[in-house]
């Protein structure tokens, strides 16, 4: 059986590093997709796809990414459900096994480094096609 997804978009949010009780550092994001084709009013539409990163790679996306980053996930799709006021709720999300950096970490001020040493924000990288991960 397949069961692989490969993704491309942009982070909704700023990565929240937790830990499991275990110790095993994760974070979960929403990754915002756009569709590759246009509404039938002649939008382009976003999908919303949650993921979960785990370990060291869970690490790196809390330190270098914030909202707006766009990452590329490759991993595999997988279903959850829970008991909700009674209700069943399900869960579908992707679990990353690769992630991609694919624009700058934004620019984050240090308060304790003193104004002559803050270096200026870059402007927003273009993105390459180039630079899309196609495959593993």
């Not at 275990?22 to 997709?33: C, H, K, N, R, Y």
């Not at 590759?36 to 270098?64: L, M, P």
């Not at 992707?94 to 924000?121: W, Y």
Request: hydrophobic fraction near 30%; glycine fraction near 6%.
């Amino acid at each position: 059986m397949i069961n692989q997804v490969t993704l491309v978009g942009r982070l909704t949010k700023d990565p929240e590093l937790k830990t499991t009780a275990e110790g095993t550092p994760v974070v979960q994001i929403s990754l915002a997709v756009s569709r590759n084709f246009r509404n039938h009013n002649g939008e382009i539409e976003t999908d919303f796809v949650s993921c979960t990163i785990w370990r060291k790679a869970a690490e790196n996306t809390a330190q270098y990414c914030r909202k707006g980053s766009v990452v590329g996930v490759t991993g595999r799709l997988q279903t959850r459900h829970y008991e909700k006021e009674g209700k069943r709720v399900y869960v579908t999300e992707v679990i990353a096994e690769q992630i991609r950096f694919l624009s700058t970490k934004p620019h984050v001020e240090n308060p304790s480094s003193s104004p002559s040493s803050r270096s200026t924000p870059s402007p927003e990288p273009s993105e390459k096609k180039e630079e899309i991960p196609v495959g593993t």
